[in-house]
């Protein structure tokens, strides 16, 4: 089995930044693409940002210029640094990755979910 650990959620003034982090382990034999989700209350989950694992990104036009997703493929981590944090982002965080377990059968798992509560 393959699980993902969120960590860096928490509550930030307007203006403020967090990092995210998300660490996949288990039977992992490679990992495709990672990427961050959010999910407001009362709104459907939308994809955020995604990296693939030759690190080309794509962002939602909301996060452009404030967000940065990276990644460090030898410790199966993906990051999400949030700068310039609005109240608007105010959701709760998932993870999610895809790959190829031991047994070479596709995999896709999310996280548990991280809430980031921006103030104004």
């Known amino acids: 089995q393959v699980q993902l650990v969120e960590s860096g959620g928490g509550l930030v003034q307007a203006g403020g930044s967090l990092r995210l982090s998300c660490a996949a382990s288990g039977t992992i034999f490679s990992i495709n693409a990672m990427g961050w989700y959010r999910q407001a209350p009362g709104k459907q989950r939308d994809m955020v940002a995604s990296?693939?694992?030759?690190?080309?990104?794509n962002y939602i036009d909301s996060v452009k210029g404030r967000f940065t997703i990276s990644r460090d493929n030898a410790k199966n981590t993906v990051y999400l640094q949030m700068n310039s944090l609005k109240p608007e982002d105010t959701a709760v965080y998932y993870c999610n990755a895809d790959g190829l377990n031991w047994n070479y059968r596709h995999f896709e798992v999310w996280g548990q979910g991280t809430l980031v509560t921006v103030s104004s």
């Open positions: 990296i693939t694992s030759g690190v080309s990104t």
